[in-house]
């Protein structure tokens, strides 16, 4: 018996600020599966992120979570986590790192009630979850930007949802930190009983610890799994001509000339 489908793009087409940013995408990610949506800036990968979310209207297609239309969960959208791509979150403000992932219950505790006991248990068990019970009191402006990244999960997480969607969490990390954050996110994943869906550039990086990609110029250039799916030729209807591509253990690499026409690796994009 096949996995129960979660989300599903049906010939999907979003426009954004009057411009076409998704045409005709069509595929599914089964419950408990690590996706990455994959592609080069101004490829739609947002614009697909927000689309699951409901934040967004297809002109053409449908977009279904859960079964239904994002815009019309209503309670059910308590079961997916958002980590955006540019946190609101003022990392110089009093704030400690347990009072920030509480912050992520709001939508349950409903506004001005006093946080009970079963939110408080599930900040606890949401900091548990990324291992940062140890920095539980610590100022947010003290964390490293992984710390930083992780306790944004954390705070996802405080819902105690089956979904969790990540927007280019790895940003504002340096190369190194990008490559641990990454394997620790497969880490966590494993032990989770949840969907993880995350958006990045970092193609062969994150092709090494996701089941499964979806590679977007726009259009849906190709899905599956890595080792299926990364070839010279989705690479550069993804990239452009000028890719290059080298294999470095199970799943390919590649570098991408910068406007420069130096060669660049996909983190420096």
């Known amino acids: 018996m096949s996995a129960e489908i979660v989300i ?7 426009a954004y600020q009057d411009k076409l940013a998704l045409e005709d995408v069509t595929f599914s990610i089964h419950r408990n599966e690590f996706w990455g949506i994959l592609g080069p800036n ?35 959208r308590d079961r997916i986590g958002y980590v955006p791509q ?16 509480l912050l ?21 068990k949401a900091l548990e979850r990324v291992e940062m019970q140890h920095l539980a ?33 790895t940003a504002a990390l340096d190369v190194s930190a990008t490559e641990g954050f990454y394997e620790w996110l497969h880490h966590m994943h494993s032990q989770l009983h949840m969907t993880l869906v995350l958006v990045s ?7 090494q610890y996701v089941n499964a990609i979806a590679c977007l110029n726009k259009k849906l250039v ?6 299926d799916v990364l070839n010279q030729e989705s690479l550069e209807q993804m990239y452009g001509c000028d ?27």
């Open 137 to 169: 009191h610590r100022q947010i402006g003290r964390l490293s930007g992984g710390e930083r990244q992780r306790a944004l999960i954390a705070r996802a997480l405080a819902l105690e949802p089956e979904i969790l969607l990540l927007d280019e969490p």
């Open 8 to 14: 599903e793009c049906l010939q999907l087409s979003v």
């Open 104 to 124: 992520g219950r709001c939508r349950k505790m409903g506004l001005g009630r006093r946080a009970s006991g079963e939110d408080i248990e599930a900040v606890e």
């Open 86 to 101: 540019h946190s609101q979150i003022d990392f110089n403000f009093p704030l400690q790192v347990h009072e920030m992932v």
């Open 42 to 76: 101004g490829s739609g990968k947002t614009t697909l992120l927000k689309s699951m979310l409901g934040l967004l209207t297809p002109v053409q297609g449908t977009i279904r979570v859960f079964g239904v239309a994002p815009q019309k969960l209503g309670p059910l």
């Open 222 to 227: 190709a899905h599956g799994r890595p080792t």
């Open 243 to 269: 890719v290059m591509l080298f294999q470095h253990g199970k799943v390919p690499h590649m570098v991408v000339p910068s406007p420069a026409h130096h060669h660049e690796s996909p983190h420096q994009e």
């Open 201 to 207: 550039h970092d193609v062969g990086v994150v092709s």
